[in-house]
Structures are given as structure tokens and as C-alpha cells.
């Protein structure tokens, strides 16, 4: 069996925002050799590549892996994890996960009190501070697993983040990218037609516009889709927008940075350890976004599992 290793891997993507990222990491490392952390450090060179080397690292016998970037590249580290330990058997309460938020959106860390601040993160990381967060396991279209740390969505929410990545990939980056891609989103929506399941009932049946689930409950650069949703409650949030006209939608988005959108009476929300999506018709097989990321289409499952893995968090 692979010896432990007490040392932190750093999983550091050089793309992340905008292309800054050495310029904060450098300092990072400096501080972190000061404090005498002990570390390695390897470099993404294309997108997943996070993931096989949180895979790697796990097999190697680390423990605490650090992605250094965005929302991205913390939630292709946590995929890495959890592939290896559910496959090797491993509980997931061994791991430690943390980041050092370098990317654009940086959404997960608002749920941990962490700050958009690279010393302060460096110390939450030589205090090992650390709380549980419940592991969720998306399941989609033909069987294809991904594992969601913070948000996932149907409908607006992915067409909102497809859209977000395609302008980060052209190089745009800010909080504006996300109101535009919303605001278009909104102007271009359709409904799809689809039957939710929480806990073996059926909640919903019928046309909608945007599903969103949440284990924490932060996205899109502040937002609050599932205002309540907490990452260690061993339940998964939802919200669901049904049809309504497009005016109305348009009215209740600033619900959504304000965190009272569950209280609009347009929107139905809900929790469960187990929420299923099925698409009535053929048209709504709608493409399904986890942590900002498109992972498949309908039909969906989304599961909160028995396991926990320790997160940075900011005392």
C-alpha cells in the first residue's frame, strides 16, 4: 500500500485569470517556504488535466490537494478524488480539499468564508483549517459520473455558464460576462418539458425554463440560485423556474444577488439527498452544467452521498 504523504500538492493551472496566475503563485510559494509548509507542485498544461493529476496525486498517497485557479480547475481536482476513491474503496474523509483562488468566478469559497486573497488563503492552509462538505455524485445521459462541489443547473443555468466559458475562452473575464450571458440567455430562452423527482416523489411535472441544484449556494460570480443551501447538510437544494412570462423573470433577478429568490412566489424550491430530472420529450434532453462546467444532457441524477471530504475554511 502507497505510504501517506503529509505534504500539500498544488495543482496550479497557468491559464486562470486571464493568464495571471504566476504572477500570484510566485508569491504564494515564497510565503509558503517562509511558514515551512511542505509542498510540490505540478502544472495543468490542457482542460481536465486537473483531474488526472488529483487522480495521480491520490494514488501517489497526498492527501491535501490544492487547486491553484478558479472554480474550474477546484472542481476537476475534486473529480480527480473522488474517481480514485470511489474506485479504490477509499473514504473520501481521508482527503483534503482547498484552493487558491486565482479564476475569474471563485464562487466556492464564498460558502467557506474564504477570502479573495492570496496570504490570508496561505495561512488557512498552514493553520489546516478545514470543515466537512457533503459529496455529491451527477450522474447523466448514458451513465457518464461527475461529482459537484458547488452549483449545478438545467436550462438558463447552463446556457448561462456554455456561454460564460465560450467568452473566457475568447479571453473575457469579469462579473459583467455573467449578467450578459444571463441577460441573453433570458431573451433566447425556451422551455423544456421535464419531471422532477425528490426522495422517490414527484415535485414538479411540466414545462420550465431552468432547473438549479446546490450544494453550496453561490454562483455565476455571486449569485444565489439556492440561497439556503448548505455544503454539509447531507441534502442537495434546488430551484426551479416554470413558465412564466420572460417579463416576470426579467423582474426577480435581483432576488437572485440578493439572496431571496426562494422567497419569490413564481419559483418552486425544494432539498433531498436524491433528485432525479427526466426529460418528457424528445426536445427537452437539455445539456446539464456541474460547477460551471457542461457534463452531459438529461435525464439526470443528482445524489448526495454517505461520504464527507474536509475543505479549506476560514476560521
Known amino acids: 500500500m502507497t505510504r501517506v504523504k503529509s505534504a500539500y500538492y498544488f495543482i496550479v493551472n497557468p491559464r486562470a485569470g486571464s493568464g495571471k496566475t504566476m504572477c500570484e503563485w510566485i508569491p504564494a510559494e515564497r510565503k509558503l517556504d517562509k511558514l515551512g509548509v511542505p509542498y ?3 502544472m495543468t498544461d490542457h482542460k481536465k488535466h486537473a483531474t488526472q493529476l488529483a487522480y495521480d496525486a491520490a494514488e501517489e498517497g497526498y492527501r491535501k490537494i490544492v487547486a491553484v485557479g478558479g ?23 481521508e482527503f ?6 486565482i479564476g475569474s468566478g471563485n464562487d466556492w469559497i464564498k460558502s467557506l468564508k474564504v477570502p479573495h486573497d492570496m496570504d490570508e488563503v496561505v495561512n488557512i492552509i498552514h493553520r489546516d483549517s478545514f470543515q466537512k462538505m457533503d459529496v455529491i455524485k451527477v450522474k447523466s445521459c448514458g451513465g457518464k459520473m461527475s461529482y459537484m462541489a458547488n452549483i449545478g443547473g438545467i436550462g438558463f443555468d447552463s446556457h448561462v455558464c ?11 473575464r469579469g462579473k459583467r460576462i455573467y ?3 444571463l441577460l441573453y440567455s ?9 419531471c422532477v423527482v425528490a426522495d422517490g416523489e414527484v415535485f414538479y411535472t411540466g414545462p420550465c425554463y431552468s432547473i438549479a441544484f446546490g450544494n453550496g449556494p453561490y454562483s455565476g460570480s455571486g449569485m444565489r440560485q439556492v440561497p439556503l443551501a448548505k455544503i454539509d447538510d447531507g441534502e442537495v437544494d434546488f430551484m426551479i423556474i416554470p413558465k ?3 417579463l416576470r423573470i426579467v423582474r426577480e433577478i435581483p432576488r437572485l444577488f440578493n439572496g431571496t429568490i426562494h422567497e419569490c412566489d413564481v419559483v418552486h424550491t425544494g432539498r433531498g439527498k436524491s433528485v432525479q430530472v427526466v426529460p418528457m420529450d424528445e426536445n427537452s434532453n437539455d445539456i446539464i452544467e456541474v460547477d460551471g462546467e457542461i457534463e452531459g444532457r438529461l435525464p439526470i441524477s443528482v445524489d448526495v452521498t454517505s461520504e464527507q471530504i474536509n475543505v479549506m475554511k476560514r476560521l
Do not use: M
Not at 162 to 170: G, Y
Open 162 to 172: 456554455q456561454r460564460v466559458n465560450k467568452q473566457k475562452e475568447s479571453g473575457k
Open 186 to 194: 433570458l431573451t433566447h430562452a425556451k422551455t423544456i418539458n421535464v
Open 40 to 42: 510540490i507542485t505540478a
Open 96 to 101: 483534503y480539499l482547498g484552493v487558491i483562488p
Open 179 to 181: 449578467l450578459q450571458a
Open 71 to 93: 472554480d474550474g480547475s477546484l472542481h476537476e481536482a475534486f473529480a480527480g478524488i473522488c474517481k480514485w476513491c470511489f474506485k479504490h474503496e477509499v473514504s473520501l474523509s
Open 244 to 246: 412564466v412570462s420572460l
